[in-house]
Every structure is written in structure tokens, then in C-alpha cells.
């Protein structure tokens, strides 16, 4: 079948103005001006199927929101192949653009001044989606994300995490096949964000809609997405599930303990090196997982009273998926 999301060797530079300093700089700036070139994207390989929800990672600037705009046609590549749903992004053709849809948390594409609705109505002219059908979408996508009764309001009066829910059921409309979601949730209460989140989540789930997905919130991704493509300084650094990337990186498992009596020195003395934290009869530990068994065997001299086993946050998976030491760091 063929792929949703077609990308090889994808490459892009930019081309920066250098700032010379002070006003004879300012002047040479003007008239002769320097380039230095910022190579975002370095020849990366994406593959994705038709109905799945990515996530795409990486620290900032890594060159995300740079990949994003090339598969969605805002930005043409220095070099490299891209094809989305079978079609040249940089073309813009139309019969592409109706299939795609792009939504960055952080520019707005409804009006300011108007009504969302006001601003549906636009999107229903430009996309030719009959009329019984925008009806039923808008009350649909608007009910999901309860705010039915906001259509109407002007979007300058809505609350962030509304007008984000409004640029999300614009962004919907016209059933694209394809979303790139640039963080939607960036700035949002926690409330907004679990509800846009199991939104999502709920639509992706119908498996008709590619969704790849940035967010700088893991719960997120852990939420949204099985597999995640890692980006870091415009390379690809990891593209699989998170359980595989979890085992990849390991990070062993966190043994909390409270004691009855406090252990002794020397027993402590030994275990110095995995010992994280600890406060009073509480005592925070990071082990390999190979060896938890034993070390929790080995702590029954000191009676304890609690003993908890937890994996580490996805954060911090993810962080040494970001690390420049990453010693597994290669594409599976
Ligand atoms: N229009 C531009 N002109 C020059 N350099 C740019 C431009 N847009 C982005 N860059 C640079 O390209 C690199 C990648 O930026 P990009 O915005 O794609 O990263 P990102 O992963 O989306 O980051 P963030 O998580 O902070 O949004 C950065 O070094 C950035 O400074």
C-alpha cells in the first residue's frame, strides 16, 4: 500500500543574515550583507502508513515544525524526497491541500474578530463541502469538544484553551486525510489538554486519519501515540515504539523503601551508587532491572515497612533519546 507520509534524504538549509556590529556593520549589512547557512534538516527517512497517529519528538529546534512545513508544502526542501499521500507537497496543488491539514498551536488560522463559525463558513467555501455535510461536521466536531454553545462568540473572546479546540475543528472540516499537529496543546490548562487530548485521541482511534503529532508534553504522546520518530539537530535519532525505546535506553527501575530501623552504614556504604534520595526511614533507589530482585531481598534485614517498584518518567527516556551520548542511538 502506499505510504501516507513518503519522506528520503530530506534535507533543508537555511540561509541566515549575519548581524555585523555597529553602525558601520549595520551599513556593510545593508549593502553587502553575509549569509551563514543553518542546515536544519539533515537528510532524514520517513516512512508512515495510512492511519497512523506518530509522534514526532525532539528538543528545540531540533527541526520539527522545519519537517512539518515540507511535508505540508509551506516550505520547499533544499533537497531530498518528499511525497504526501502520493503528491509533491511544494507543488500545493489543490487536489492535495483539500487532503491535508495543519494545525500550530501557536498561530492562530480562524479569525480573530469573528466568530468561529463565521470562519467555518469560509473554510466551507474554500473546501466545497456541501452544506448538509458542514452542518453536521461543525455540530459533530463542536459537541466532541463542548463548545457548541461558543460558536458564535467572537474568537478574541474565547479562552486559549477554546480557541484551540475551534482551530482543531477547523482544521477538520473538510475530513482531511492527513493531520500534522504542531503542538496543539503548547500553553494549555491541564484541563484543556486532557480534553483535547482524548479528542484526539477518540478521532484518531476511527484509523482513517494519518495524525503526525509534535508535543513537548510527553503525556501526549504516551497518550496519543505507539510509535514516536525522535529528531535531534536534524537527524533522526530513534523511529519505533516507546516500550522499545524505554528497553533501548534503560534507565533500570526506581525502588522506593521505607524502613522500620534505619540500615546500617556499611550496608549503605555498599549500595551508595543507586542510591538517589533519601529523607528520614524513606529511601529513593535506582537499580538495573536484573538486579532488583536481589537488592530487594537484601533490604528484609532492615524490615521494610513499604516497598514500591516504578519504571522511570517517559521524560526521562526521552532525554537520553535527546542525549548527545546516546550510545544506541540509530534508526531500527
Ligand atoms: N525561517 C527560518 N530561518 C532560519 N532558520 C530557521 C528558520 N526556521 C527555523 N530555523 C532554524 O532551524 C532549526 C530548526 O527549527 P525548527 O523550528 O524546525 O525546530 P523545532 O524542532 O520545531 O523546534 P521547537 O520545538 O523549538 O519548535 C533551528 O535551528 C531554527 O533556528
Known sequence: MRKAVDVRSLTKRYKVPVKQEGIGGALRGILRPEYRV?????????????????????????????????????????????RILGHEPSLRKRE??????????????????????????????????????????VNDLSSALSVRSLLSVPLRNLSLGERMKMEIIGSLLHDPKIVFLDEPTIGLDLT??????SFVGEYSRSGETTIMLTSHY??????????????????IVYDGSLEEAKRRMGGGQIVKVRFASLPEEEWLDQRRDVLMSCQDYDFTFRLERERVPDFI??????????I????????????????????????T
Not at 101 to 127: C, E, H, K, T
Open 38 to 82: 543553518n542546515e536544519a534538516v539533515k537528510g532524514i527517512d520517513i516512512g508512515i502508513e495510512p492511519g497512523e497517529t506518530v509522534g514526532f519528538i525532539g528538543p528545540n529546534g531540533a527541526g520539527k515544525t522545519t519537517v512539518l512545513k515540507m511535508c505540508s508544502g509551506i516550505l520547499s526542501p533544499t533537497s531530498g524526497y518528499v
Open 96 to 137: 492535495y491541500l483539500r487532503q491535508i491539514s495543519f494545525v500550530m498551536g501557536q498561530r492562530s488560522q480562524l479569525w480573530w474578530d469573528i466568530p468561529a463559525i463565521d470562519s467555518f463558513a469560509l473554510n466551507r467555501d474554500i473546501y466545497e463541502i456541501p452544506e448538509k455535510r458542514f452542518r453536521q461536521r
Open 192 to 197: 484543556s489538554q486532557r480534553s483535547l487530548r
Open 218 to 235: 510527553m503525556e501526549d504522546i504516551v497518550t496519543l501515540c505507539r510509535r514516536i520518530i525522535v529528531i535531534n539537530e536534524g537527524r
Open 297 to 306: 531481598a537484601s533490604t528484609g534485614r532492615w524490615m521494610p515497612v513499604d
Open 308 to 331: 514500591s517498584v516504578e519504571e522511570p518518567p517517559i521524560e526521562d527516556t526521552i532525554e537520553r533519546l535527546y542525549g548527545k551520548e546516546n550510545p544506541h542511538a540509530e534508526v
